[in-house]
């Protein structure tokens, strides 16, 4: 069994947001301000959130997009998504000229400084939940504040340990298939979301421990999901609104590439958290996890020992070897 | 070892350590490249008692830290201050018991087993200071807690007494015996308040503790302690001044001494301890299993030159309280390579030299004194008087002396010295027990001397000081077996130290 844990520690570091987490933190404050100026939203009884897997607290280096969800409990009905994103770019171009754009389902603010844009998404109420414009110009069911709710119950459950395994699990897309492949980095998160549904809570006597652990039995969860999903037997869900199926832009081809992947990165994974020699697993974690996008390797390899450092090791390591000729009656100190 | 192979030996030493703790059940909630930084929280026991354990920078040949947070407050033996748990003396440690995880868990079991029992069946362990912050003091470049020596315990305790201030070596000892109280009552001047002047003498009482039954620790249990002195100690505390507490206490039978720095300021308390050493007890305590034997004999060491200075202070230190030395020579410099004195006892008579050294580490008993032997009836005198004569002077005419008075008187001599400059150690018993022969002078070379000092003496001697000392130890040691009636070889030992190499 290797744990690696001051490796995986390590790999968290690097593909933390770093300085990206400060510039969405400005960024997205700044828009928000803006928008809560305006009084016709105001009087719609705007209400901005922050959302995403930067809210989610799963985003990993870089990070380049921050979503604003904005609550508009009032807004009169009959007003159409369309004139609703129109009125949105409006109230953002007064403040950011060309910056604004204009999309199908929310506002994007360029922040060229940060390399980074903020997304307004709008969304008007509907029962519990919320409806957001959709790509065919009508509405749609949505609750994104309700999965950061549960990712954050997730967490807890699993005694901090999801959070940092979906985290990985992005990384891990993001090395096997690219940064700008398809599907992206929130189909793997929700199919970590539901993968953990199948783990055990760490209240549990059978509850997982270390990180390497979690991490590659969500891996090995993670894989039959994503199949699945692929081959259309058994479609992913919104984790907020389980009637939902997940919204994917990706191809069958991208699908059935994810899933190869994640196969294999299963059975790496259980490879190296199996192996006895910390080196040959770590070189396996490595093969996972790849670069961060300053072109730095994730996972750390540790050095293989020198002949001294071995044979001093083993000499702790072998039984007896360390009892002294005086004998061994310990008492309290 | 390259430094870089003692990262990677620790550095695998710790993966061990964290897989086997997580085997455990135990999670690894902080890591770094510093050992030090590495914690783990678990459970153990019936009762799922949480655990912490964390490293320290000295891991893996230093224990972690154990501490049990769910009962921090309460104090208990083998624990200290910090709440870290002490699951093994130091002998154990030479075992790195750590590293064994499962048994580093049934260790801490074990201590909570004992822990509410009431450490009913423990070892005396004397270590009241593990449970007290301690006295910091800098000395020079120095910083550390200061050690008070009293000479013995009866001469304190229960009363007030003075004490100098910490040397420069950090310790400090009673200056005059028992008193009464300081004088500080009424009013207290106002440059008295808040300091006392840095070479006025500490005042402080030496209390009687008794039995410990758990740690003394806060600071109402320690002005209880106090008992009648309470009142007058507070008003010393009150213009500002510290008290000395010294305290002695018993725990299973065993005696243990802790001094505690007590000072008020503000209406605080505090009561950092200092270490207390009783000089005559602990000094006899490490004197041999042959001291009770030897302490009440009387021996004359006759020759305070290098091989008798380090015969004599030998004796001296095994516990012989009744030993005279015998020279009329002084102390020079070139003497002090093979001499146990230090050159500050240059000039000196070196018997006084020895005397000085051995009163430097025990003023009670002192070395007595007496002229070189020169005459046959000085000689037989000697030998009737004590229990042993040890003849350290390598002076053949003393020798004779000594034969002829043994002869004489029916009584048996030692005779130590270094043969051929240092080609042998050789200590004869004079005459051999049961009618053995002497030992022999084989394989002695002669040697050419040249360098000559001032005087009609011999040439100098260019036997080494090792010689010299190892002599010395096998005839303190044969000395101290007789005087003990313990067996030695009947004619003595002689023992090959740097031959001639042709």
Known sequence: MALLSKEFKNALSAIEPGVDAEHARDAHAEVRDVLDMDDELRGWGLKTLLIGSYAREVSIRRVKDVDVFCELPELPDGYGPQDLLGKMAAVLADEYGDRVAENDRSVKVEFPEFDMHVDIVPARSCGNAWEIPNRDGGWEKTDPVEFGSLSSTRNADFDQNYVPVVKLARQTRRALLGEESKPGGLFVEVAAYHAFANLPLATGDDALGSTAEYYTRALAQMAPLIRGHADGSERLTNPALPDQELEVRATQDEFDALADKWEEAAMTAEEAFESEDDHDAAEGFKSLLGENSDGDEVFPVPAVPSEAAAAATDALRTPGRKSLPSGDSPTFG | ?502
């Open chain 2, 1 to 502: 070892m390259t430094d870089s192979d003692v990262d990677s030996h620790v550095e695998v030493v710790l993966r061990c350590f964290d897989e086997d703790l997580n085997r455990a059940g135990f999670r690894t909630v902080s890591t770094s490249d510093a050992p030090g930084e590495w914690k783990w929280v678990g459970k153990v026991g019936l009762n799922d008692e949480r655990v912490e354990i964390k490293l320290t920078d000295q891991f893996p040949y230093g224990p972690p830290d154990v501490v049990l947070p769910d009962r921090p407050s309460e104090m208990s033996w083998h624990r200290s201050a910090g709440g870290v748990l002490c699951l093994w003396d130091r002998h154990s440690m030479g075992d790195l018991p750590w590293l064994e995880v499962p048994a580093l868990l049934d260790r801490v079991l074990v201590w909570i087993e004992h822990d509410e029992n009431g450490w009913m069946d423990d070892e005396p362990a004397l270590d009241l200071e593990a449970y007290h912050q301690p006295y910091w003091m800098s000395w020079g470049q120095r910083i550390g807690v200061p050690l008070f020596v009293i000479d013995e315990w009866p001469a304190l305790a229960g009363y007030w007494f003075r004490a100098a201030r910490p040397n420069q070596y950090g310790s400090f000892s009673v200056a005059g015996g028992r008193r009464s109280a300081p004088p500080v009552g009424g009013k207290p001047k106002t440059r008295q308040r808040g300091r006392q002047r840095s070479h006025q003498p500490l005042n402080g009482i030496a209390v009687d503790l008794g039995e410990m039954t758990v740690p003394l620790v806060n600071s109402a249990d320690l002005l209880a302690a106090l008992g009648q002195h309470r009142a007058s100690a507070e008003k010393v505390l009150a213009v500002g001044w510290p008290v000395l507490l010294v305290c002695r206490y018993t725990r299973l039978g065993a005696v243990g001494l802790i001094g505690f720095w007590i000072t008020r300021s503000g209406g605080e308390l505090k009561q950092p301890y200092f270490e207390v050493a009783e000089r005559f007890a602990s000094q006899r305590r490490r004197a041999g299993p042959q001291v009770s034997k030897v302490e009440d004999r009387t021996v004359s060491v006759i020759g305070a030159g290098s091989v008798g200075s380090y015969v004599a202070d030998m004796l001296h230190r095994s516990g012989v309280r009744h030993l005279r030395i015998h020279d009329d020579d002084h102390l020079k410099p070139g003497n002090l390579v093979r001499h146990a004195a230090p050159s500050c006892y240059t000039g000196a008579l070196k018997t006084d030299a020895v005397r000085g050294v051995a009163a430097d580490r025990a003023p009670i008993p002192q070395i007595g004194q007496g002229g070189a032997i020169k005459k046959l009836v000085d000689a037989i005198v000697l030998l009737r008087e004590r229990d042993l004569v040890v003849d350290c002077t390598g002076d053949r005419l003393t020798w004779q002396l000594l034969l002829a008075a043994s002869r004489l008187t029916g009584r048996r001599f030692l005779r130590v010295a270094v043969e051929g400059h240092g080609q042998y150690a050789r200590v004869d018993v004079c005459p051999p027990f049961d009618g053995f022969d002497n030992l022999p002078s084989d394989g002695v070379r002669g040697m050419t001397l040249s360098e000559r000092e001032g005087g009609c003496g011999d040439p100098i001697s260019p036997t080494p000081p090792i010689a010299v000392i190892e002599t010395a130890a096998i005839g303190a040691r044969t000395a101290i077996r007789m005087l003990a009636g313990e067996p030695v070889p009947p004619a003595g030992e002689r023992r090959e130290l740097f031959p001639v190499v042709p």
